[in-house]
T-cell receptor
Framework: AQSVTQLGSHVSVSEGALVLLRCNYSSSVPPYLFWYVQYPNQGLQLLLKYTTGATLVKGINGFEAEFKKSETSFHLTKPSAHMSDAAEYFCAVRPNDYKLSFGAGTTVTVRA | ETGVTQTPRHLVMGMTNKKSLKCEQHLGHNAMYWYKQSAKKPLELMFVYSLEERVENNSVPSRFSPECPNSSHLFLHLHTLQPEDSALYLC???????????????FGSGTRLTVV
């Protein structure tokens, strides 16, 4: 079985500060991992994904995530937060078949 | 434009009404999904269609009835809903069974449903 835990349902950062969103997963098979972002009243948009290869993955809008097998983690970071980064972020893991299992989400607010 | 279009964007309906949500994709994907997103709750997978065949129904009440007439269209028919059914309903598509895990999903913008 696969599951995803996002630590912290809400993160508040100052503009220009580091954004760090934590995601831990459990998976009985080699994981494929995803981060999605949801802006208010919108659907989910793919930020980045890890399937195989390089463990540091770069995505859109300056975000990146690192797959750490030993820690079963896939934390999302951005060096410098922008006001436009205010949104909800979801971590997801591939299951054995065609589904993705999503975490509960982390809401990011950015302070001016 | 995300490639997955949902209509309407907003819907208010009474508990005795019948309405339908529509989802359309022209990405060549073979699998389509309905999710329910309620405030303060995780995304709930409702239905999965692969090659127009329903492959999963996650114990969804019968007042929700999905329909997938072809690989590009997915509907969610609603009748006699309850106020607790108010939520954002998201449609997603993927390249198909087994490949969603590699390529992920493409989501629509959702339909904000309010049941009064």
């Amino acid at each position: 079985a696969q599951s995803v835990t996002q630590l912290g349902s809400h993160v508040s950062v100052s503009e220009g500060a580091l954004v760090l969103l934590r995601c831990n997963y459990s998976s009985s098979v080699p994981p494929y991992l995803f981060w999605y972002v949801q802006y208010p009243n919108q659907g989910l948009q793919l930020l980045l994904k890890y399937t195989t290869g390089a463990t540091l993955v770069k995505g859109i809008n300056g975000f990146e995530a690192e797959f750490k097998k030993s820690e079963t983690s896939f934390h999302l970071t951005k060096p410098s937060a922008h006001m436009s980064d205010a949104a909800e972020y979801f971590c997801a893991v591939r299951p054995n078949d065609y589904k993705l299992s999503f975490g509960a989400g982390t809401t990011v607010t950015v302070r001016a | 434009e995300t490639g997955v279009t949902q209509t309407p964007r907003h819907l208010v309906m009474g508990m005795t009404n019948k309405k339908s949500l529509k989802c359309e994709q022209h990405l060549g994907h073979n699998a389509m999904y309905w999710y329910k997103q309620s405030a303060k709750k995780p995304l709930e997978l409702m239905f999965v269609y692969s090659l127009e065949e329903r492959v999963e129904n996650n114990s969804v009440p019968s007042r929700f009835s999905p329909e997938c007439p072809n690989s590009s269209h997915l509907f969610l028919h609603l009748h006699t809903l309850q106020p607790e059914d108010s939520a954002l309903y998201l449609c997603a598509s993927s390249r198909g069974q087994g490949e969603a895990g590699v390529y992920g999903y493409t989501f629509g913008s959702g339909t904000r449903l309010t049941v009064v």
